[in-house]
């Protein structure tokens, strides 16, 4: 399948649904036509044989970094908590939970 | 509920449930036992005050940034060689989904290339269950819901979020679905439970959540193809283990032969009713949109590591009860070698024999009289040597030690002999034994005439009788074996 | 109308002045703020101006310096920062509502070592939100104007901290470039500014663009000042697992050392657009290099244009990923709602401008089932691709030189309409970041209405100190 696959609205709102954004009608539409527009413009890249390329995932080539096994002080739970939207009894509020996601 | 099946001997694809075969796959996840988080440097501790062992990155707070503790490494290494994995170069990803106790909105954790693949745990009576991988992640926070019924999720009217236990290390254990009976899936869990503690990896609790399992469920027909699987989740000891795979088994088999299928569904075990809910139907819309973690780099443990771990492995569980089982002739997955060893105290059983006293005796003292001591008991090895060896030698008899090791247990040692003498403990020689069952005979008249007359049951009574008349310092054995002789 | 304000001094030369005790660090800093009140309502550089907590940062450096303690190699700098590094106690919001307000519990490892080398930071800069864009113009609390033409922007996304130098409110500021966001707003600001090789800077306590594109770099005044600066904020840093746990040289050395014998390519693929008058500056660029003694070379880098799409894919797909956390639960921004996933989607759509949301799109939808392999996973082979162009071209050339961005600052609103029109503008420097690559834009004269050029000058892994060397010499050329 090629970048330059059409996007749908149908996608647009399923896309919105997964990143959580609670876009309008309008929103959706614009949305669409704007992202269908944008990869349009990047079908360029299905021109090249990538078939032998291997994926680049790291700007430069580091392994096995680690940190040692030993407790540093963290962070003051008052104030983390003054700065979270809604807190109760040392931790922090939430409305009702809806959909076991894991 | 009421037992749906017995399940049969835990070896072989053979046995079937109303004509359906089992399949199960087992999914464990276990808390590493670090000091500190998988990513950061807050303590890894159970049962603090909420959210005190927190920092910006197990908060994800904008800016914050993993980094990996060199000992979660380890400690998942122990778990795959363990489990007779092949460890290998391994790289993080993120799996991206929302939930108010996932503070990044994603997880890391390892996808297609994880740590430790390729191994198998042996169950004691033999049997290979094969473990497909076992990889590193990091744990959530946990909610706690208010304003519903029972703190149940469902119309709770707010959660609140402790993130203590945002970024504990974990290793999740992946089975292949090699398991065919529940009492399987319960040696399975158990086994892997013994393991994690000799390697050190993990305190394993199921009740503390240090160690928690899911059970992919499925039936079919023999020759079929699988059938759909089921996740289990919500188990929390591993006889509910045993009870809640027997229940889905039962609960897919009523909806074949009702003609219906079996959804693929996430359900959730509820201890009370002894059940399965569905949790969550799998729908399209489950996308966690995996790509590899740009704040972390590849894991690539040295060859020199690996051995390293190898070289300091602790002998597992599956070693000592053959090691034990050499010494003692009992069966390695019998039930004084598997409680012995589970608690430890093998090492205390040889040594016992070490000191000059009888290994089987050894034993079943260590089974049946330190169930209260840990993995090494108080009471030095040479006392109980002292024990068996009084017993062996017939000055004693079986009754009598258990009464001697008690005060011994009691006591955190003690001479044997010398316990036994103040009891006024001495084997019956064989004169006075024989007048004494005589007696026994002439007090039992009715009892003796029916054991004549072919009435085995009768022979209790006498035997009975005959202990009680020496106060416990008759051999049993020697009491039946000599009315049995008088019988012919 | 201008703002734009011609230095005095540079940095090196306030450090200097303060660690001797020439210069008062509180003179120093007067003088900034004197400009601040003057100026900063018509350019709008900051979110947040930090004046009293300067004043006292500065009465410190004057105090160590009296009592014989060497304040650090950046004593009395006035320093701004990019309002995406975390400062503790003091507000930090990525220019975007989700973020009003949060003051964040720890600061980012550039803001402790700053302050531990003495710099005074005057303030926090504004910036296109969470470092989506190349004017400014997407900042939630309104856009930043360029100090040469307050008609026209500064670039981003760091146009804040660009602003701040160019207009003399700060001495030197951080930015951060994940496409160019440091390096066109210098080019278009007319100072200089540094992208250094990915893992040259932490990025601990940087708010996540694009992980693996992001590093912080610094606006200065003058190329010895981006070598102060960095030889400050660079090197190892543990939080950063991606940080390069190798020392590096001074840069401060580099400078001094010529380019006699440099190899200077010129791209003979270079992807069209650029204007003419910047093209004009960019052959005036190359003839300085020679002049002072370097020899130029064709290269080629076929792959360079694809660097534009190969980035539009994987600096969202990262976006999408590292901007899910602003969910209304922890920190930030929360719209109230009946269960949490309507929470969720309305105070992310409340919080998140249009161009973030775009992007959110965009890179959720890249990285969704069924379109991985033929968005991101096709992205990063054409990564792959440019990374081994740029080597085969430094096979032949120490150091490239483009054009920074294809045109001078433009007005206000020419490119706001067309998303597409404003990414255009970053692509002479998202290849750089593609490839991990250390970049710097020169300020080297002026095009269209008088508006600065920069030029950009490339140099492969680590070559800092090559790069260095270069765009001293393009500055030497310019002040003869």
Known sequence: MGVSERITAVDVVKVAKLARLDLSPDAIDRTTAQLAGMLEHFADIDALDLDAVQPMTQPYPLQNVFREDVIVAGLDRDEVLAAAPSAEDGRFRVPPIVGIDA | MSEIYTAGPATGNEILIDGYELVVGLEVHVELATVTKLFSASPNRFGDDANTNIDPVTLGLPGALPVLNRQAVELAMRIGTALNCTIKPCTFHRKNYFYPDMPKAYQISQYDQPLNVDGYLELPGGKRIGVERAHLEEDTGKSTHFGGSGGRIHGSSYSLIDFNRAGVPLVEIVSRPDVRTSEEARQYVSELRGILLAVGASDAKMEEGSMRCDANVSVH???????????????????????????????????????????????????????????????????????????????????????????????????????????????????????????????????????????????????????????????????????????????????????????????????????????????????????????????????????????????????????????????????????????? | MSAASSPQMSATEIAAGVRSGRLKAVDVLEQHLARITANESDVHAFNLVLADEARSAAAAVDAAVAAGTDPGPLAGVPLALKDNMCTHGIATTCSSKILEGWKPPYDATVVTRLAAAGAVTVGKTNLDEFAMGSSTENSAFGPTRNPHDLGRVPGGSSGGSAAAVAAGFASVSLGSDTGGSIRQPAALCGVVGVKPTYGYVSRYGLVAFASSLDQIGPFTNTVEDAALLLDVIGGHDPMDSTSIPDPQPSLRDAITQGVEGLRVGRITDLPGGADADVDERLEAAFDALREAGATIVDVQVPAFGYGLTAYYLIAPSEASSNLARYDGVRYGLRVDSSDTNSMYSATRAAGFGEEVQRRIMLGTYALSAGYYDAYYGKALKVRRLIADDFDRAYQSADVLLTPTAPTVAFEFGSKTDNPLAMYLCDTYTIPTNLAGHPGMSVPFGTGQAGMPVGVQVLAGTLGEPTMFRAAAALERAMQQ
């Not at chain 2, 509820?270 to 729908?283: A, C, F, N, W």
């Not at chain 2, 020199?304 to 569980?317: G, I, K, T, Y």
């Not at chain 2, 089974?367 to 017993?391: H, M, N, R, W, Y």
């Open chain 2, 221 to 488: 027909k023999p020759g079929a193809p699988y059938g759909t699987r089921c996740e289990i989740k919500n188990v929390n000891s591993i006889r509910s283990l045993g009870r809640a795979i027997e229940y889905e088994a039962r609960r897919q088999i009523e909806l074949i032969e009702g003609g219906e299928t079996v959804r693929q569904e996430t359900r959730h075990w509820d201890e009370t009713d002894g059940r399965t809910h569905t949790l969550r139907v799998k729908e399209d819309a489950d996308d966690y949109r995996y790509f590899l973690e740009p704040d972390l780099v590849p894991l690539a443990p040295s060859a020199e590591w690996v051995q390293a771990v190898r070289d300091a492995m602790p002998m597992l569980p599956g070693a000592r009860r053959a090691r034990l089982s050499a010494a003692t002739g009992s069966p390695a997955d019998g039930e004084a070698i598997m409680v012995v060893v589970e608690r430890g105290q093998d090492d205390y059983v040889l040594a016992v024999a070490a000191a000059g006293g009888d290994v089987g005796r050894a034993l079943v003292h260590v089974k049946e009289g330190f169930a209260e001591e840990g993995a090494t008991p108080t009471v030095p090895a040479a006392d109980l040597a002292g024990l068996t060896t009084l017993e062996i030698n017939g000055a004693i008899t079986a009754t009598q030690a258990k009464t001697v090791l008690a005060e011994i247990v009691a006591n955190g040692g003690g001479d044997a002999a010398a316990i036994a003498k103040a009891k006024g403990f001495e084997a019956m020689d064989t004169g006075s034994l024989e007048a004494m069952v005589d007696q026994v005979i002439a007090d039992n008249g009715p009892a003796w005439t029916k054991y004549c007359g072919g009435e085995d049951k009768a022979l209790g009574a006498l035997v009975g009788a005959a202990m009680k008349a020496s106060q416990g310092k008759a051999d049993g054995k020697l009491v039946t074996a000599l009315l049995q002789s008088k019988r012919s």
